[in-house]
């Protein structure tokens, strides 16, 4: 008969008859020490005080708080307590009542981020990380990503993230569309941070752009008070006010027909209006189509719609200007400031596809080459900003598209294209120009841009400026004439 270790006890081996084989050599199986009950307890009890010890430190302000309000109510009764706790009530009520921004922006959101905090990202952690492939395993322990930050405005949440070791943001975009939909967002776009090894997830909840946006108000009557740096044409994905700069760059806009091109360009006309009226800036409009800055003409201070050679010989206009303020620019200064004697000149091109290949006239193409070439090189310095539009951005249309500094993706028919307007990698980065809705109730005026202070694109909406928007912009300068 053949025997083998049984575990009876945690401390006590015996001989048992086998009973799979009456031939094999007897097994041992080695003794399995039990933790006893009061070091388990001590245990978890030295868990819960380290876990309490690091919430006090991370929270000393609410700490401070409810300590405080503890110990009234200790010593001098609950009334009292009740008292300060609804006259803090009333200073929140008016506060937010007259003095909504702020409000919203010191208390509102700050709370609204800790509670997103603990109840979706902190909860839903773990589980979503395992499940898109960014968690790690080794040796029977999980490692995980962990959230350092979260930051919230109307729309939108930002999460600070320190990666694990090893990992890169390309990593994350290629899991962007698990995130989304593990915490219930709508988008997920990656974001780099400022210091290696972090990264933002910026989760969209709703989209702040799907309802077309009016035409903003015209503003301060000063027109020097206009801000050739920041002007307002829209609004940004987070809610906030989409300002293009104008003064030392040039733009190029590049959308597919009834991408919202016109929204732009009109939206950047409004904007000025002020300072057109108070003679700091002119701005001249090509249209080769005819319909789009035809409508408005009399807002430009210089027009042209002649496919004949007019439209040719207001950009070479442009150009001897430029080499006038150079002339006596030069030596002088080194910035521009816009005044009534040299004001700010905006050349508005819609079309310029028309100029560079589509015109029939070859001589013309030259010319117009040459100029548009002149002018985004040597322009920006003495105050010539060229804002041109296009359908199609590819560089047998248009070769001299690196010279717009500022460019803007409307919607776009493919998705190489996208890469084309804004630069390389923009596509995996979030500029999917090529999925906005054709709808003109939904994606007209919608697209990306990519602002000075970020390499990733923003998704933006231009303000819509109707035909009477503009019969009263035309009556607004009349009235100065």
């Given amino acids: 008969m053949g025997w083998e270790f049984r575990k009876s006890t945690p401390s006590d081996n015996v001989m048992v008859p086998a009973t799979a084989d009456p031939f094999e050599s007897p097994k041992w199986a080695p003794p399995v020490w039990h933790m006893p009950p009061v070091l388990v307890l001590t245990v978890h009890l030295v868990r819960a005080l380290v876990r309490l010890a690091l919430f006090l ?20 009764g609950w009334q009292l307590v009740a008292v300060l706790v609804a006259f803090a009530a009333l200073c929140l009520g008016c506060w937010a009542a007259y003095w909504w921004d702020s409000f919203l922006h010191l208390v509102g959101y700050p709370a609204r981020a800790r509670w997103r905090h603990l109840l979706v990202y902190r909860r839903r952690w773990q589980p979503v990380m395992v499940m898109s492939g960014l968690a790690f395993y080794r040796n029977a322990r999980e490692y995980l990503p962990v959230i350092k930050r979260v930051t919230v405005t109307t729309t939108t949440d930002r999460v600070l993230v320190k990666m694990l070791s090893g990992q890169a943001p390309g990593i994350w975009r290629d899991h962007a569309e698990n995130l989304a939909h593990g915490f219930g967002a709508a988008l997920c776009r990656i974001r780099t941070a400022s210091k290696p090894g972090y990264l933002w997830l910026e989760l969209v909840r709703r989209d702040a752009l799907a309802e077309p946006l009016a035409a903003l108000p015209v503003g301060t009557e000063d027109g020097r008070a206009v801000d050739l740096s920041a002007l307002p044409i829209g609004r940004r994905e987070d809610g906030s006010t989409w300002r293009l700069r104008l003064l030392g760059t040039h733009v190029l806009i590049a ?83 816009a005044t009534a004697a040299d004001p700010f000149l905006v050349l508005m091109v819609d079309e310029l596809a028309f100029l560079t290949a589509y015109c029939p006239d070859r001589d013309l193409r030259k010319r117009a080459d ?54 390389d990698g923009a596509y995996e980065r979030g500029a999917l120009a090529d999925q906005i809705s054709p709808i003109p109730k939904t994606g007209a005026g919608v697209g990306y841009v990519r602002l000075e202070d970020s390499p990733d694109p923003v998704r933006v909406r231009a303000a819509f400026v109707s035909d009477t928007d503009i019969a009263a912009m035309a009556g607004y300068l009349a009235e100065a004439a």
């Avoid at 920006?380 to 900003?385: L, T």
Wanted: hydrophobic share 50%.
């Fill in 370 to 423: 040459a100029a548009l070439a002149t002018l985004t090189t040597q322009g920006r310095s003495v105050g010539i900003c060229i804002v041109g539009a296009l359908q199609d951005p590819r560089k047998d249309v248009i070769n001299i598209r690196n010279l717009f500094p500022t460019r803007i993706a409307l919607r776009l028919d493919e998705a190489d294209q996208v890469d084309m307007v804004l630069g």
């Fill in 57 to 76: 430190a991370r929270h000393p302000i609410t700490v401070a708080t409810v300590g405080c309000l503890a110990w009234l109510t200790y010593t001098i």
């Fill in 255 to 337: 959308g597919a027909t009834g991408a919202g091109k016109g929204s732009v360009l009109w939206g950047l006309v409004r904007a000025l209006l002020p300072a057109i009226r108070a003679g700091l800036v002119q701005v001249w409009g090509i249209d080769p189509k005819r319909m789009e800055l035809a409508f408005g003409r009399d807002i430009f201070n210089r027009y042209s719609d002649d496919a004949m050679g007019g439209m040719v010989d207001l950009l070479e206009a442009a150009v001897a200007e430029m080499h006038k303020r150079a002339a006596r620019f030069g030596g002088v200064t080194r910035t521009f400031i």
